[in-house]
């Protein structure tokens, strides 16, 4: 693979090692690799918070990018390990539904279980197989190792609730899938959705238990103290309100149901 690219993104934080040491093996087996970060200022455990940020960072990458994600609070358990090829890139990580919006947006060619022994660290520790495996499969593809040398192939990966959208005769049920630090409330909904729904100048949702009708806004200035509907500059339907946390007024999180409706 010429001129590599590894990213991290991780739930590690700054202040330990963990993220040094796997580039340390990521180095040790693949020098001349190009290594960028994403973000290991996940919050800790949120799968949702990893998944949306790999995804919308990803796509802006070139192609064949290899993307190591490790979110995994069931790291040491049955979870497996997986590599999967997309259209665009290798995402590597755990299939615990942190690599499935990337996944489904670039595409699904192939997914393998990392299993390849000879592609690991020696020693595998029950606590960290983001050095141990993630790290050295990240390298070992980067250095030119086919996909299928990690093991088999496997047809099926973990697609987590905050990857589907419901339809329910005129509504979409979906759900917050993150809230960005100036407190916009990013749901799951893209612009398909909305033109889906026949919406042009406003937006009738349902965020928890609170009923909104909201402008649809091509920029967050156009109004200047209401709650508004923009999309992102990553194609989600976002609620926020102009220099204001949206999160905290609506008393938000991750997780939390949206329904979008016809009036």
Known sequence: MSNPIITLTTDFGLRDPYVAEMKAVILSISPDVKIVDISHQIEKFNISMGA??????????????????????GVGTKREAVLIQTKQHYLIGPDNGVLALTAESQGIKHV????NPRLMLPKISHTFHGRDIFAPAAAHLAKGRPSSDFGPEIHRIVTPKFAKITKKKNMLIGEVVHIDGFGNIVTNFTEKEIKSMGIKATVNLKLGNIKLKLRLCKAYAEIETQPLAIIGSHNFLEISINQRN????????????????RS
């Not at 949306?52 to 609070?73: E, N, Q, R």
């Not at 008393?251 to 329904?259: E, F, L």
């Open 52 to 73: 949306y940020v790999l995804a919308v960072a990803s796509s802006y990458f070139p192609k064949g990018t290899i993307h190591a994600v490790v979110v995994d609070p």
């Open 112 to 115: 393998y279980k990392i299993a």
């Open 246 to 261: 949206a999160a905290e007024e609506f008393k938000t999180k991750a997780g939390d149901k949206v329904t979008l409706y």
